[in-house]
């Protein structure tokens, strides 16, 4: 079966390069403190705004305080990615919990679960997001809390119509006339069917979460000062947008490249998966 995936999925040049830079950016996410050329909250005042020199030991120049952009892009890469994996896990749990509660229960249950789940769905997500990092305060464990309210909408719509497809199938017949109890069909029998739509769900959630970190770091509810993030550094460059355009194009060019790889891999799954779920 994953050999069968495979060969569809690399058949993909698209998804292929994609998922080539997510696997560069883990890397070095993971490998940041040994490939930064310095600390990211070092201040070298006296290279305040150096411009980009292959031949400097700034690679990627300064920013306005003095601080090593290339470092901070890698550290950058590290919070997002973690900070990434934490909303996918949550926001997964959660929904994957209620979805398949209310699919698999019905009635009065899944009413109560999906109503709750359309008022999320009907707030623009950002502002959901906002307000709730409002509420709460501004703290990277905050905004995770915040992004993962947000994302669990998705994940609960899509497990339960899974979940109500399954349910019907004869496999689920046959445990219920053995005398499994529900929570065995439930988790152990269905959930394992549901997968892979979870998986190409939470590869688009991964992609988003990224996008509402650095939404809300460039609006200041995110990452504070003097934590590197990608959305945090677009914000301290906005008044150098014109004279120092770099200082915006490189954190931009690294959410730009990761939000984009992470679509790709996920429509190519979903293909993927589609067509193989058809043939069954």
Known sequence: MLLEFWRSFSQSKGALIGLAI?????????????????DPSTVFSDAALSPPDLTSKYLLGTDDLGRDILSRLLYGARVSLILGLLIVFISALFGIVLGLTAGYLGGITDMIIMRFT???????????????????????????????????????????????????KNYV???????????????L?????????????????????????????????????????????LADARDYIISEPYLVMLPGLCILA???????????????????????
């Open 22 to 38: 997510i696997m560069l950016f883990f890397i070095v996410a993971v490998g940041a403190g040994v490939i930064s050329p310095y």
């Open 118 to 168: 359309d008022i999320l769905m009907s707030l623009p997500s950002i502002l959901l997001a906002i307000v709730v990092v409002s509420v709460l305060g501004t703290s990277l464990f905050n905004t995770v809390i915040a992004i993962s309210i947000v994302s669990i909408p998705a994940f609960v719509r899509l497990v339960r119509a899974s979940v109500l497809a399954e349910k019907r």
């Open 189 to 233: 029998n269905i959930l394992p069917n549901c997968i892979a739509p979870i998986t190409v769900q939470a590869t688009l959630a991964f992609s988003d979460g990224i996008l509402n970190i650095a939404a809300l770091g460039f609006l200041g509810l995110g990452a504070q000062p003097p934590t590197p993030e990608w959305g945090t550094m």
């Open 258 to 280: 990761v939000v984009i790889s992470f679509n790709l891999v996920g429509d190519v799954m979903r293909d993927c998966l589609d067509a193989k779920l058809k043939k069954i």
């Open 173 to 187: 017949i046959c445990a219920r006339c053995f005398g499994a109890s529900h929570f065995r069909i439930a988790f």
